[in-house]
C-alpha cells in the first residue's frame, strides 16, 4: 500500500511544482507576484478563499475534536461559516473597490491609506509576521504526522520534502502560483473528503445514530452537560474562536484583492459560501463515524489517518491523503505570500521608503519566502515547547486584531488610527498574555481579549480626533465594483 500511496502523492507535488512554473511565466512585476495582477476570476476566487480558510486544522483537528467532544462542534463549523458570509458580503465588496482605486497590495496597504499611519502599518506587518510563523510551523507539524502514520516516510523527511516543493513555488510564482495550485488543491480536497466520507457511509451505514448514542452517549446531546468531555465555557470560548479566526484573518481578506470585477466577487461569493457549508458538514460527519469506527484510540488527532487505512483501498487513500496534503500546502502558501509582501512591501518599501526597482522587489519577496520557510521547516523538524502557547491562539488573534481595523475601519467614519492600533496592540497582547497565564480566573483568552480590547478601542477612538474628510472620501463614497 507505501508504495501505490507514495507514487499518488509524488504525482501531486509534480504537478504543483509545474503549476508554479506556469505561475512565475506570468510574474512581470510586483502587481502580478502579490494580487495575480487582479485578474482573478470568481471561480478561482471562491476556491483559493477557500483552501486558505480549511488547513489541516481543519480537517484534521477538527474531525479529531468532534471525534473528543461529539455533535456540539457543529456550533464552532456554524461560526466559521457565519464568519466567512460576513468577511465577503460585508468587507469583500468593499476591497474590491478600495484596493483597485488605491492601488492596495496587502493589508497593512490598507491600514496606512485609511488611517494616514505608518505606525499602524508597521504594528500591522509586525504582527503578521509574528502570528503567521507560528501558524506554518503547526501545518509543517501536520504534514510530518500524517506521511508518518498513512506511508512509513520519517517525519523529518515529509516536513523537509513538503517545505522544499511549497517554497519553490510560492517563491517564483507568486500570488499566481498560489491560485494555480490552490484550485488544483481545492478541487482535490472536495474529492479526498467526500471519498472518505462514502468510505465511512458504506462500513457504518447512512444512519449511525444508534450506534453513536451507544458508544458515546455524551456526545450526542444538544449542549454540554455534567458528564460531558468539554464544559459550556469552554465551547463558547472556541466558538468565539473560530468566528472571529474566519471572521479576519489578513490571508484570507488580501484575497478580495486579486479578484477581477463585480460579476467575479458574485460568483466567488456563492462558490465560497457553498463549499465552506458543505465542508464543514463533512468534517463533523467525519467526526462522528470516526468515534464509531475507531470508539478508542490512542491519540484523536490520528483519527483520520487510521479511516484512511483501514477504509481505503491504496489509490482511495492515495487521493485522500494528496486532499490533506492540498489542505497543509495551500495554508502554508498563502501564508508565505503574506510573509513576503509583508516584509518586502511593507516594512522595507513603504515603511523604510527604500527605493527598490521592480525586479528588486521581487527578489527581495523571493527572498523572505526562503528564509521565512526556512525557519518553519527548522522548528517544524524540532518544535520549541514555547510556541505551543502561541499556536493555539495565533489564528484567533489574527482575526481579532484585523477584525476591528477593517470592520470599523469600512463602516465607522469616526474610527481612527489611535483607535486602529489600540485595537491590534491590546487584542493581541492580551491574547498572548492570558494564554501564557493559564486563561486564569475561568476566562479564556478570546474572551479576555474581547473584554479589553473593545473598551480600550472605543475609549481611545473617543478621545483622539476623527480622521480628515478627504481620507474618508477614498472608503465610504458610493463607488462600485467595476
Wanted: charged share 10%; hydrophobic share 50%; net charge positive.
Amino acid at each position: 500500500m507505501n508504495y501505490i500511496v507514495q507514487a499518488v502523492i509524488l504525482v501531486y507535488f509534480v504537478g504543483m511544482f509545474a503549476l508554479g512554473i506556469l505561475g512565475e511565466q506570468r510574474t512581470k512585476n510586483t502587481a502580478d507576484y502579490y494580487v495575480a495582477g487582479r485578474q482573478v476570476n470568481g471561480f478561482f476566487a471562491g476556491i483559493v478563499y477557500t483552501t486558505s480558510l480549511v488547513s489541516a486544522g481543519a480537517l484534521v483537528g477538527w474531525v479529531s475534536q468532534t471525534w473528543q467532544w461529539g455533535i456540539y462542534f457543529i456550533y464552532a463549523a456554524s461560526a466559521v461559516t457565519v464568519a466567512t458570509f460576513l468577511c465577503w458580503w460585508l468587507l469583500g465588496r468593499k476591497l474590491c473597490t478600495c484596493s483597485r482605486d488605491l492601488n492596495l497590495f496587502t493589508v497593512p496597504d490598507f491600514l496606512e491609506k485609511r488611517f494616514e499611519s505608518r505606525t499602524a502599518r508597521l504594528i500591522a506587518s509586525l504582527l503578521i509576521i509574528t502570528f503567521s510563523v507560528p501558524l506554518l510551523v503547526t501545518q509543517f507539524a501536520a504534514i510530518g504526522i500524517l506521511f508518518n502514520v498513512t506511508t512509513g516516510l520519517s517525519y523529518s523527511a515529509a516536513v523537509i520534502c513538503f517545505g522544499i516543493i511549497v517554497f519553490l513555488y510560492v517563491s517564483f510564482g507568486g500570488y499566481y502560483a498560489v491560485v494555480y495550485t490552490d484550485v488544483a488543491q481545492g478541487l482535490l480536497i472536495l474529492l479526498g473528503v467526500i471519498i472518505l466520507l462514502t468510505a465511512s457511509v458504506h462500513r457504518v451505514g447512512p444512519s449511525p445514530q444508534l450506534q453513536y448514542q451507544q458508544i458515546f452517549p455524551h456526545g450526542f446531546i444538544s449542549w454540554p452537560g455534567a458528564d460531558s468531555p468539554i464544559t459550556p465555557s469552554f465551547l463558547v470560548a472556541f466558538i468565539l474562536l473560530t468566528f472571529f479566526g474566519a471572521l479576519g484573518g489578513p490571508n484570507y481578506i488580501r484575497g478580495f484583492y486579486s479578484i477581477r470585477n463585480r460579476r467575479a466577487f458574485q460568483q466567488g461569493f456563492t462558490i465560497t459560501v457553498s463549499i465552506v457549508v458543505v465542508l464543514e458538514i463533512c468534517i463533523v460527519l467525519l467526526g462522528l463515524y470516526g468515534r464509531i469506527i475507531f470508539p478508542e484510540i490512542d491519540t484523536a488527532d490520528n483519527v483520520v489517518y487510521y479511516m484512511i487505512q483501514s477504509l481505503l483501498p491504496p489509490l482511495l487513500a492515495g487521493i485522500a491523503l494528496a486532499g490533506l496534503s492540498a489542505a497543509v500546502m495551500s495554508t502554508v502558501d498563502s501564508l508565505l505570500i503574506q510573509c513576503a509582501s509583508t516584509v518586502e512591501n511593507d516594512i522595507l518599501t513603504k515603511t523604510f521608503r527604500l527605493g527598490l526597482s521592480e525586479r528588486r522587489r521581487i527578489s527581495i519577496a523571493r527572498a523572505t519566502v526562503a528564509i521565512i520557510g526556512g525557519i518553519c521547516v527548522f522548528w517544524g523538524l524540532n518544535p520549541p515547547e514555547y510556541l505551543a502557547f502561541l499556536m493555539y491562539p495565533a489564528w484567533g488573534a489574527l482575526g481579532l486584531s484585523f477584525a476591528w481595523v477593517f470592520f470599523l475601519g469600512l463602516y465607522w467614519r469616526r474610527f481612527n488610527k489611535t483607535g486602529a492600533i489600540t485595537s491590534m496592540v491590546t487584542s493581541s497582547v492580551t491574547f498572548v498574555v492570558w494564554n501564557a497565564l493559564g486563561n486564569p480566573l475561568g476566562i479564556y483568552h478570546i474572551q479576555m481579549a474581547l473584554l479589553v480590547s473593545v473598551p480600550a478601542t472605543l475609549i481611545a477612538t473617543l478621545l483622539t480626533p476623527p480622521p480628515r474628510a478627504e481620507t474618508l472620501s477614498h472608503f465610504f463614497a458610493p463607488s462600485k465594483v467595476p
